[in-house]
Each structure stands twice: as C-alpha cells, then as structure tokens.
C-alpha cells in the first residue's frame, strides 16, 4: 500500500506555544487529507478535510483559528496547533487518498502525540 | 448526518476461535463504501477489509469476512481462526466522502 509519513511522531511543548504537525504522502499524489483526533481507547474524531490548493473544511465544534490547516502541495499537509493548551493533548493522525471518490482508499500516518505541559 | 456505532467496548476471544464484532450505520447515500480498520497498540491505523455498498456479496479476506445488511444497516465482521496477532483495537468505518469511524471495539485474543 501507499506510504504516508508523520511527523513528529512525539513532541512536548510548554503552553501558549505553537506546534506544526507535518503529513507526507510519499509515493502518491494526495488530493484529498484529513485530520483526526484521538483520545486513549477512543474513536478518531475528523477535524477537518483538506484539497489541495483550497481551504480546508472543519466539522462543527472544531476552532479553525486554533487548528490551522495548510495543504499546499500534493504531497504536504500540516497542521499547527496554535496558543496550545493542556488540553490540547492528544493524539493526531492525518490520512491521505488520491481522489474523492468513495472508493479510494485512505492510507494513515503514525499519528501524532502531543503534550501540552 | 451519517453516524457509526459499535455497540462492543470490548471481546474477548481464545486463540483459534471466532469472534464477531458488530457495527451498524446511519447514511442517507446510496453510493458509499463501509471498512474495518485494526489498531494495535503502536496505533497505526490497518486497513483490514471493505465492502462496496453496491455488493451484495459479503467480502472476504483471508481469516476476516463481512456480513453485510444494507437493509438493516449492519455490516459485522468476523474473524475465524483467532490469533495473537489480532489483539487490537477495530473500527469500523463509513465513508462517503470522508471516513467517519465508529467508537470502537477492544478485542483480546487469549492464549
């Protein structure tokens, strides 16, 4: 299957600071990313969908000033977390697909796990 | 608005049983695609087997299978001939357009 590659896979960073969250797509061309959230032995919760070259689209309930998505190229989105908060803490997983149709298949990254101390 | 729900937190299940996870759904769309996906514990996401909407033949994939009512809006997925390795977090998913996943079921497999 298709690669997608995460990173940080970790990162520890002091309140009120800013963390960028990155999402490649290695070997394929991703027209279409998502965000997810993930609390312990919970369900990934989609944040947001994003096309490349276009502004993302959040669910409802999610701060699109605090959770800035950028899906500038093909193979790149990143996230950033801005003016993080302990609860914030979390793990974050993108997923790449190359088209929109229903049937494309959706290939995940290792996720994210970010404290907020 | 569609929605997943995965009534299990948690199976259990000896090594070389079977063991069925159940997942129903809510969509208004006709066209979309239903998935099961495996979380171990490094949390990286595996694809384990999916089923076109428009099928009716139930998938299958090696040791996993579907069984898939569209009418009543299931879609469980049983796995035969359990083994260590499956131990792991199962969701399943519904994607018609984007993936939406279900809360998730715990499963053990015991030796």
């Known amino acids: 299957g298709a690669v997608v590659s995460q990173h940080p896979s970790r990162v520890i960073c002091k309140s009120g600071t800013s963390v960028k969250i990155e999402c490649r797509s290695l070997?394929?061309?991703?027209?279409?990313m998502f965000w997810y959230r993930q609390f312990p032995k919970k369900s990934l919760m989609l944040m947001a969908t994003?096309?490349?070259?276009?502004?993302?689209?959040?669910e409802q309930g999610v701060e699109k000033d605090k959770f800035l998505i950028n899906h500038a190229s093909l193979t790149l989105s990143t996230l950033t977390v801005t003016s993080a908060h302990p609860e914030d803490s979390s793990f974050y997983i993108c997923?790449?697909?190359?088209?929109?149709?229903?049937?494309?298949?959706?290939?995940f990254g290792q996720g994210t796990r970010l404290t907020v101390v | 608005a569609q929605t997943v729900t995965q009534s299990q937190p948690e199976m259990s299940v000896q090594e070389a049983e079977t063991v069925t996870l159940s997942c129903t759904y809510d969509?208004?769309?006709?066209?979309?695609?239903l998935f099961w996906y495996k979380q171990p514990p490094s949390r990286q996401m595996i694809l384990v087997i999916r089923?076109?909407?428009?099928?009716?033949q139930n998938a299958t994939e090696n040791r996993f299978s579907v069984n898939f009512q569209k009418a009543a809006k299931s879609f469980s997925l049983k796995i035969s001939d359990s083994q260590l390795g499956d131990t792991a977090m199962y969701f399943c998913?519904?994607?018609?357009?984007?993936?939406?996943f279900g809360q998730g079921t715990e499963l053990s497999v015991k030796p």
């Open positions: 994003s096309n490349e070259g276009s502004k993302a689209t959040y």
């Open positions: 997923s790449a697909k190359q088209g929109a149709g229903v049937n494309t298949e959706a290939f």
């Open positions: 070997d394929f061309q991703a027209t279409t």
């Open positions: 998913a519904l994607n018609e357009g984007k993936l939406i």
């Open positions: 089923q076109e909407a428009y099928k009716q």
């Open positions: 969509t208004s769309e006709n066209n979309y695609y």
